[in-house]
């Protein structure tokens, strides 16, 4: 869980007063991460095996007595226990196992996770196809925005890159509740400057297909 219950309310809230004055259904989610990246720990582990090389070096110019002594041991212990020790902790540190992230590939996961949400949670089912989903993907501190086909030819994919620009600052900063909150203050001033208004689209306002709860999964 990233929010906490009065998080959620706020959330729930804001979404509901961007809904009434703009006429527009948004979705806000905010996920663990987009996929497991199993080769993290991997990485992790070369990296690891790397630095272990690197203190063997070091020790036999430092200590070339000792290492001739213990060789197999002191070239063995290093290596894998450096190896070993930094693959666990790409496991439990989130800020240790993003370092072996890579931005092009988290880029693809978030954005097809959120694909994959809007069409699993249905945000094409409004009557003007005017849903918008805020998606944020807190392991990656990346933020997309994907909106249906009734918005096309009135708001420009670099405008709603202004969006995403409101939110990330906040998920980088661990505090996703504020990058939602910013994200539909954000999205309201938008569509309101696109001549958005509630009167012109009552009957999606009615029919109110989307949740306006936050999605919160691990």
């Not at 804001?14 to 991997?42: F, H, K, M, N």
């Not at 203050?185 to 009957?203: I, M, N, S």
Request: aromatic letters at 6%; proline letters at 4%.
């Amino acid at each position: 869980m990233h929010l906490r219950a009065h998080e959620l309310a706020a959330v729930e809230s804001r979404v509901a007063d961007l809904e009434a004055r703009i006429g527009v259904q948004v979705v806000t989610a905010i996920v663990g991460r987009s996929d497991a990246y199993p080769e993290l720990a991997w990485k992790a582990f070369a990296m690891g095996a790397v630095t272990g090389s690197l203190v063997v070096v070091a020790m036999d110019v430092l200590r070339p007595d000792w290492m001739h002594a213990n060789a197999a041991w002191a070239n063995l212990i290093p290596v894998l226990g450096i190896a070993a020790a930094s693959g666990l902790l790409s496991l439990v540190a989130r800020p240790y196992s993003r370092l072996f992230l890579n931005r092009v590939r988290a880029e693809c996961e978030v954005r097809q996770c959120a694909q994959a949400m809007f069409l699993d949670r249905g945000l094409f089912r409004t009557r003007s196809r005017n849903g918008v989903l805020l998606f944020a993907s807190a392991f990656e501190r990346r933020v997309e925005v994907l909106a249906d086909i009734g918005f096309d030819g009135r708001v420009a994919a670099d405008e709603w890159r202004t969006v995403v620009d409101a939110m990330t600052p906040h998920l980088a900063d661990t505090r996703p509740a504020d990058a939602l909150l910013r994200g539909l203050d954000r999205l309201e001033t938008l569509l309101a400057g696109k001549g958005y208004r509630a009167a012109a689209t009552v009957a999606s306002l009615r029919d109110d297909a989307l949740p306006n709860r936050p999605i919160d999964q691990p």
